[in-house]
């Protein structure tokens, strides 16, 4: 993949540490000769963001926090200082409160519904809308989604709701943008140990069902994933757009799971 990205300059959203999925992403653009910038949230997060963004060379870093419009204005008026122009974004962001992420979708409260949705679906939307603006001579956008979105997982709830806009979302971005020469696709992922996956009630049990039941017979890693969004960010997928990728081991097309997962 040498080369595949030489000349392309983009940011990435959500690297929290070694074990995101933003990390994978990364590493396998910056192998491809991209060169990139990173947003994190929250100062706290800084000491363990840069020196894994300084390992891939000398990327740009951004303090950002989605659920802020002024943060959000700031974090591309950055970008347009230092690059002018940009090539591609990756969107690798979610939130929901821990507490809702078990029990009953029905109990969600009005309150965290509001914020999954705002800092898990309208943030792709409005970085799209600014990424857009400085992608003149077209450009390539990715989120991560999961196949809760899809069919019912347990304990994905409010989340699983949040994901199925953000897949619509990524339709109706591609529509818009399409014309500008600016794909938008989505990624889903399946199940992989990290920050924001610790949260979700009997997340262990979830990854060994996936082990289990998948056509692969196992879990997917952080790089290939990577390798999914090489594809999609780079030329390689100069045809797609308005797609969800499935990068699951296959999960999504068996229809009858018929391993049960031993006790754990
Ligand atoms: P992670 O915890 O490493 O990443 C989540 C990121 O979201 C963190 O960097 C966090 O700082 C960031 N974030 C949360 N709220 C934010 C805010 N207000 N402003 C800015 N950033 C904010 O976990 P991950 O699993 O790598 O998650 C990345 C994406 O992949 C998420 O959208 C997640 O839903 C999706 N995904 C994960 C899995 C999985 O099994 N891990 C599967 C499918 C999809």
Redesign the pocket.
């Known amino acids: 993949t040498t080369g595949l990205m030489a000349g392309k300059r983009g940011l990435i ?5 070694d ?5 994978g992403i990364a590493k396998a653009l910056a192998d491809a000769g991209a060169e990139l910038a990173f ?4 100062e706290a ?1 800084k000491k363990r963001v840069e020196p894994l963004a300084e390992s891939l060379g000398k990327p740009l870093l951004f303090e ?5 419009e002024e ?1 959000m204005d700031a974090l591309f008026a950055g970008l347009k200082d230092a690059w002018g122009t940009l090539d591609f974004v990756v ?5 929901s409160d821990k507490n809702e992420l078990r029990g009953r979708y029905v109990d969600t409260s009005r309150g965290n519904f509001t914020m999954t949705m705002d ?2 679906v309208y ?1 792709f939307t409005a970085v799209c809308a600014r990424a857009a603006a400085m992608m003149p001579a077209g450009g390539s956008l990715l ?5 809760g979105a899809e069919q019912v997982m347990p304990h994905y709830n409010v ?1 699983g709701v949040a ?1 199925a806009a ?1 897949e619509a979302s990524v339709k109706y971005i591609a529509e818009d943008l399409g014309k500008l020469g600016i794909r938008c696709n989505a ?12 949260g ?1 009630g009997d ?1 262990r049990y979830i ?1 060994k069902w996936n082990e289990l039941n998948s056509p692969l017979r196992r879990n997917v890693t ?1 790089e290939e994933v990577g390798k999914a969004a090489l594809y999609l960010l780079s030329d390689l997928g100069s045809g797609t757009t308005g797609e969800n990728l499935h990068v699951d081991a296959g999960y999504h097309v068996v229809g009858m799971k018929a391993v049960d997962a031993p006790d754990i």
């Open positions: 959203m959500g690297l929290a540490n074990k995101s999925i933003a990390w947003s994190y949230q929250g997060l950002c926090d989605v659920a802020n943060s969107h690798a962001i979610g939130f800092i898990s943030s989120t991560l989604t999961y196949y989340m994901k953000l990624i889903s992922a399946g199940p992989i140990k990290t920050l924001a996956a610790s979700i997340f990854m952080q």
